[in-house]
């Protein structure tokens, strides 16, 4: 059975920084490109950042380049998501996901991925 489990949300005022984590259990993570989406209040869930099985390719959304990094760990089986210099707009539930795809153009859409998280809450205050 695969299970994702995210945590490190919280609280953070604008510019400031956090770090996401998701653990993966299952055979999953060796093959599977692993994401993160957000949903902010009211609206659905959005693609933020992409890592290939190997970890050689990553993908973000325009508007988080250059600020969020993702990276992936796998000794101790994790996906992390480094955020700097947040904004007020980078507010919302942060869900990681897996993908098995090895196409670009199904990394950034929710419905290719088979696992999700339950979700981490993240605001930033301004």
């Known amino acids: 059975q695969v299970q994702l489990v995210e945590s490190g949300g919280g609280l953070v005022q604008a510019g400031g920084s956090l770090h996401l984590s998701c653990a993966v259990s299952g055979s999953t993570f060796s093959t599977y490109g692993l994401g993160w989406f957000r949903q902010g209040p009211g609206k659905g869930r959005t693609f933020v950042a992409y890592?290939?099985?190997?970890?050689?390719?990553?993908f973000y959304t325009e508007s988080v380049k250059g600020r969020f990094t993702i990276s992936r760990d796998g000794a101790k089986n994790t996906v992390d998501l480094q955020m700097n210099s947040m904004k007020p707009e980078d507010t919302g539930v942060y869900f990681c996901?897996?993908?098995?795809?090895?196409?670009?153009?199904?990394?950034?859409?929710?419905?290719?991925?088979?696992?999700w998280g339950q979700g981490t809450q993240v605001i930033v205050s301004s």
């Open positions: 996901g897996a993908n098995p795809s090895p196409y670009s153009s199904a990394w950034y859409r929710g419905d290719t991925y088979n696992y």
């Open positions: 890592i290939s099985w190997n970890g050689e390719t990553t």
